[in-house]
C-alpha cells in the first residue's frame, strides 16, 4: 500500500543514496527453525503486549491508545511515559529501557505468548523476507508511543564516530509523528547557528541552555525526523509515534532543573552534531490521492521508511508486500484476513502489527475511515512488491 507499490510514484531517487552509517555485514534473517518435527502454523499480522514504562516526565494520555496504565495505592494513575510496542532488543541502557532485554510478546493468534525474537528464530525469512537482522540478531526497528506530559531532557543519541569507538554506544536515529499536541507545544530539534561547543557546555551547566535549542511549533500530523547526533528534547503536552533504529543509547545533557537523574555532558559533547540539522532530505514530503486511498511519505532514511495512508470505510484492499512491514493504527478499525482459510485480525486505534513478508493472499478491509502509518525498510531487498 505504499508508494512503491503505486504505479504513479514520483520517489526521489536521491533520497535513498543519502546514508548516516553503513552497518558492516548484519546477519540475514534465519531459515525456519529445525526443531520441532511439526509444520508450523501459518503466520497473521502479529499484535503484541505493551511495554509500558513509567518516566518523571509521563502522563495519562496512552490510555486514550488503549494501554492498560497501572494505578497507584491511592487509586489514581502512574505516570507512564513510554510504551514500547515493537521491541527486540538483547541489551538495554538502565536509565531507558531499564537494563537487561526487552522482546515484545505476541498478544493474538496462536503465536500469543511467545515472544518476537523465537518467532523470529522460528519463522526466519518467513517473516522477515530478506530483511536483515541487528548484530546480535533483533529485529532491526524499535516501535513507541511517548507521552510527555512535561518536557524530556535534552539529550542527543551517539553519532557514527562515536558509536566505532565505543562498543557499548549504538546509532539512535529517530522519528517522531505527533498524534496530539497541546495549543503552544514545541520540540527543540538542533542547535543555533554560531554556538560553540564552549558556549553549550556553560549554558548546560548554568541553566541556561534553552535559548541555545531552536524551538519548532509543533501540531498533531507532523513528523520529524532526528538524525543520531542530533540534540534535541521532546516539549511538554505532545503525544508522539516514534520510529527508531533498535538502541536506548542517550546521553542526557539537561533536565529542566530535575536533579534526580544522571547527566551525561562530556560523552554528549563528544556527539552532538553543533549547527541546524541537515534533515530535509529526508523529510521530502510526496503525497499520491485516489478515490479511496491517500499515501504521504513522511520520511525517508537508510534505517526506514515512513507513510501517512488513510482508506475509506467499506474499502477492501490487497496487502502487496513480499516483505515485512509495520502498521501504527491511529484513526478508524477494520480487519487483516491472512488467507481465505484462516481468522481475521482486528485493528484499532493505538494497535501496532508486524506484517509478514510471507502473507501472499492477506487483504485488509476498512469498517472505517482509518489512518495508519506503514514502516517498510528500504534496506531489505525487494521490499515491496510493485
Known amino acids: 500500500m505504499s508508494q512503491d507499490s503505486h504505479p504513479t510514484d514520483e520517489h526521489d531517487p536521491e533520497q535513498s543514496d543519502q546514508v548516516e552509517a553503513e552497518p558492516e555485514g548484519p ?33 495519562v494520555r496512552l490510555g486514550r491508545l488503549g494501554k492498560p496504565l497501572p494505578t497507584k495505592l491511592d487509586g489514581s494513575p502512574e505516570k507512564i511515559g513510554e510504551s514500547w510496542e515493537l521491541a527486540d532488543l538483547y541489551e538495554t541502557s538502565i536509565s531507558g529501557g531499564g537494563g537487561g532485554e526487552e ?19 522460528d519463522y526466519g525469512r518467513a517473516l522477515l523476507g530478506r530483511l536483515p537482522l541487528t548484530g546480535d540478531g533483533g529485529l532491526p526497528i ?11 531532557s535534552v539529550q542527543v543519541h551517539p553519532s557514527a564516530e562515536y558509536a566505532a569507538e565505543h562498543s557499548d554506544a549504538h546509532l539512535k536515529s529517530e522519528a517522531w509523528y505527533i498524534v496530539e499536541a497541546d495549543p503552544g507545544a514545541a520540540i527543540y530539534k538542533g542547535v543555533k547557528p554560531g554556538v560553540t561547543p ?28 532526528l538524525p543520531s547526533g542530533t540534540c534535541h528534547a521532546l516539549g511538554g503536552g505532545i503525544l508522539v509515534a516514534e520510529v527508531q533504529t533498535p538502541s536506548d543509547t542517550t546521553f542526557r545533557v539537561y533536565d529542566w532543573g530535575r536533579t534526580d537523574r544522571q547527566l551525561h555532558l562530556e560523552q554528549a559533547l563528544a556527539c552532538i552534531e553543533f549547527g541546524p540539522p541537515d534533515t530535509a532530505r529526508y523529510e521530502r514530503k510526496t ?16 534505517h526506514f521508511r515512513i507513510e501517512k495512508i488513510r482508506m475509506s470505510e467499506g474499502y477492501a484492499q490487497e496487502i502487496p508486500y ?13 480487519r487483516i484476513i491472512p488467507s481465505a482459510d484462516s481468522e481475521p485480525v482486528e485493528f484499532a486505534p493505538g494497535m501496532t502489527m508486524l506484517i509478514p513478508a510471507e502473507m501472499h493472499h492477506a487483504k485488509a478491509e476498512f469498517s472505517a475511515d482509518t489512518v495508519w ?8 531487498v525487494g521490499d515491496v512488491l510493485a
Open 27 to 59: 546477519p540475514p534473517p534465519p531459515e525456519p527453525s529445525p526443531e520441532s518435527s511439526e509444520p508450523l502454523k501459518s503466520l497473521y499480522p502479529l499484535a503484541f503486549h505493551p511495554i509500558l514504562k513509567p518516566k518523571v516526565w509521563g502522563g
Open 103 to 121: 522482546h515484545s510478546v505476541v498478544a493474538n493468534g496462536h503465536l500469543a505468548g511467545r515472544s518476537i525474537n523465537q518467532v523470529v528464530r
Open 142 to 152: 524499535l516501535i513507541k508511543f511517548l507521552d510527555a506530559h512535561e518536557n524530556l
Open 198 to 225: 564552549e558556549q553549550f557546555r556553560k549554558a548546560a551547566l548554568d541553566g541556561t541552555l534553552e535559548p541555545l535549542l531552536i524551538k519548532v511549533p509543533v501540531k498533531a500530523g507532523d513528523c520529524h525526523y
Open 287 to 302: 503525497h499520491i490521492a485516489g478515490i479511496f486511498t491517500t499515501v504521504t511519505r513522511l520520511v525517508e532514511c537508510e
Open 322 to 334: 513480499s516483505q515485512p512491514a509495520v502498521w501504527i493504527v491511529l484513526e478508524g478499525a477494520g
Open 373 to 380: 502509518l506503514e514502516v517498510t525498510f528500504p534496506q531489505a
